[in-house]
């Protein structure tokens, strides 16, 4: 029969004692709880040891009922003080007890009988009785003294006295489950103990216990390589940031170059006026953006882009007549928590692109929209534009379909035409969810020339936007959004990307 180094030493001991309490075997093996623990479990299944244990309910004196034994319940200390002045008021009574104590005395003096209450010249005071001169030990009295005595008393003997509620409610003691352990050597224990021969254990062959040849003298440690140990949630990133962070990888070996932003707040020049909408498109109203209340304006760029884009909506460019109304200065400088990342494309081609040229940019979005599985207030959009000298409609449908299958796992992909104020002509870009069926994720188009070629760009333009947290939906196994900013332990833990 093999016996482990502590399951030995622990027979052994045994053997010795024949019965022991757990703490005693704990004491003379000078092992640690939980080892002494597991080896007595160990010997009780190989029937060489029996383990009996016995729970029982205790009340043990609190730190409250501590103080309580020493220097007496507060009913008695004020009751000491009345038959030393027959009659006392609250602030006489401060003398003897604390504040906390003072608040429910005149009621336990009542309740026991041991004084009156009447009002003197707005005062309460306190008068003894006859009861209260001749008030002997009670109940709880003799309760406290006996858990003084002994500390932990079992409840059983305790509610002979006094219900543990009462005791509880005062604050003297508190209930708890103890169990004893008893622990005790067995026919085929006490046979086998003689022949334990017991060495040394170590868990590591070292090169002294080689060179000095004791390794012949100790006894190496058994791992069972098998057996279940506890699950290790070791640090990660969130799901979400990784799958962020992959397809911004992704892009980047793609050939795409990163724009980025410091601020999440944009004037609406370039939000909207930048990109060819109208100012008095509803788009641009409370219902369907946010708007900031202080400060309310921001600045317009450089003058001559300015007049180019005032030009454009006001009498059009590239054969375009525009949209005919007076363009507002002050309107364009409103600022407001950006509602698209197709803002930061008109910035970049503005600032001046590579022909041809790649970019991306993954932003923090903000729109008015109802909370459920598909939408969120406040989300991340990935935006991007191929500028080239011989670009079609054709590439863009292509980019898009290599998209949502390589980036987003998609498995089914459709088209729709859409409309948007700067791209002719336009698509919406739809994929199947196991789980939601067909989710919109993508509208796309190629920017139009009035847009264009107000911000200095003379050459096609194509351009999506695509909301990537329904793409991280496909990636990460879920059905509901909100999700992907979730403090759900469990999900944090057990989440993983599936590319």
Known sequence: MELSYQEKLTLIKLNELKKAKFEELVKETGLEQVAVMRAVLGLQAKGLAKLHERSERVVKLTETGK????????????????????KVTLDDLREVLSDD?????????????????????????????EKGLNAGERPIDKALKLLAERSVV???????????????????????????REVEITPAGEELAPKVKLKREVSVLTPELIKSGKWREVEFRKFDIKAPVRRIYPGKKQPYRAFLDKIRRRLIEMGFIEMTVESMIETQFWNFDALFQPQNHPAREWTD????????????PEKELVERVKAA???????SRGWGYVWSPERAMLLMPRAHGTALDARQLAKGVEIPGKYFTIQRVFRPDVLDRTHLIEFNQI??????EDLNFRHLLGILKRFAVEIAGAKKVKFLPDYYPFTEPSVQMSAYHPELGWVEFGGAGIFREEMTKALGIDVPVIAWGIGID??????????????????????????????
């Open 154 to 180: 079992p409840v059983k003997e305790i509610e002979k006295l006094v219900p543990v509620k009462e005791l509880k409610r005062r604050k003297i003691g508190e209930e708890e489950t103890v169990t004893e």
């Open 67 to 86: 103080k309580y034994a020493e220097i007496g319940l507060p009913e008695w200390r004020a009751l000491k003080l009345l038959r030393e002045r027959g």
């Open 289 to 300: 953006t946010y708007q900031l209340k202080y400060p309310k304006s921001g600045h317009l």
């Open 101 to 129: 104590e003072l608040k429910p005395i005149v009621g336990l003096l009542r309740k026991e009988g041991w004084a009156s209450v009447r009002k003197e010249d707005g005062k309460l005071v306190l008068e003894i009785t």
């Open 470 to 499: 329904r793409l991280a939906m496909f990636k990460l196994g879920i059905d509901d959004i909100r999700y992907l900013f979730s403090y759900d332990l469990r999900w944090l833990r057990e989440a993983k990307l599936v590319w």
């Open 313 to 319: 909506h006001e009498r059009g460019l590239a054969g």
């Open 383 to 388: 935006d991007g534009f191929v500028v080239g």
